[in-house]
T-cell receptor, first 113, second 113 residues
Framework: AQSVTQLDSQVPVFEEAPVELRCNYS??????LFWYVQYPNQGLQLLLK??????LVKGINGFEAEFNKSQTSFHLRKPSVHISDTAEYFC???????????FGKGTRLHILP | EPEVTQTPSHQVTQMGQEVILRCVPI?????FYWYRQILGQKVEFLVS????????KSEIFDDQFSVERPDGSNFTLKIRSTKLEDSAMYFC???????????FGPGTRLTVL
């Protein structure tokens, strides 16, 4: 079974400052890793995914994440945030033989002017 | 760009009533999923569906729940006798195969009174 931990429920950050949203996972099998974003009153949109290959993954809207197998982490980063990045961000994992995606509890990114 | 659609966007029902939530997956996708998100909590997997049968389901997906693909385009989730605790946002998702990313719909907010 897999699990995902997002330690920060909320992250406030000033506009144009860098941000890192932390995600750790546990699994007994190889996994695929995802970050989804949920804007207010909207559904889930895929930001980026790690399936295999390069551990640094670039996604939409200037976000990137790095898969670290030894630390079982998949932290999300952006060098300079914008007010439009205000949203809930979900880290998620799927076992390589599973259908279901397991989501973390989410981190609310709050951009300060 | 093709997208998953869900209707209705908001459903209000009385406890004990049956509800059917509808989804139209992306047309060339073969795998279909339902997830739910209780307000303030994380997104939880309910069920996956492939080749006209359930391939995986969670503990949440008890006998009160059923899924169906009644025609070539719709994918439905039925809750036979709704309970207060069924109030949540229900997300449909689809994917080309079991390895690729899942595309999520905008969700149906179910409120059980």
């Amino acid at each position: 079974a897999q699990s995902v931990t997002q330690l920060d429920s909320q992250v406030p950050v000033f506009e144009e400052a860098p941000v890192e949203l932390r995600c750790n996972y546990s699994s007994s099998v190889s996994v695929y890793l995802f970050w989804y974003v949920q804007y207010p009153n909207q559904g889930l949109q895929l930001l980026l995914k790690y399936l295999s290959g390069s551990t640094l993954v670039k996604g939409i809207n200037g976000f990137e994440a790095e898969f670290n197998k030894s630390q079982t982490s998949f932290h999300l980063r952006k060098p300079s945030v914008h007010i439009s990045d205000t949203a809930e961000y979900f880290c998620a994992v799927r076992g390589n033989r599973d259908d279901k995606i397991i989501f973390g509890k989410g981190t609310r990114l709050h951009i300060l002017p | 760009e093709p997208e998953v659609t869900q209707t209705p966007s908001h459903q209000v029902t009385q406890m004990g009533q049956e509800v059917i939530l509808r989804c139209v997956p992306i047309s060339n996708h073969l795998y279909f999923y339902w997830y739910r998100q209780i307000l303030g909590q994380k997104v939880e997997f309910l069920v996956s569906f492939y080749n006209n049968e359930i391939s995986e389901k969670s503990e949440i997906f008890d006998d009160q729940f059923s899924v169906e693909r009644p025609d070539g385009s719709n994918f439905t989730l039925k809750i036979r006798s709704t309970k207060l605790e069924d109030s949540a946002m229900y997300f449909c998702a689809s994917s080309v195969n079991s390895y690729n990313e899942q595309f999520f719909g905008p969700g149906t907010r179910l409120t059980v009174l």
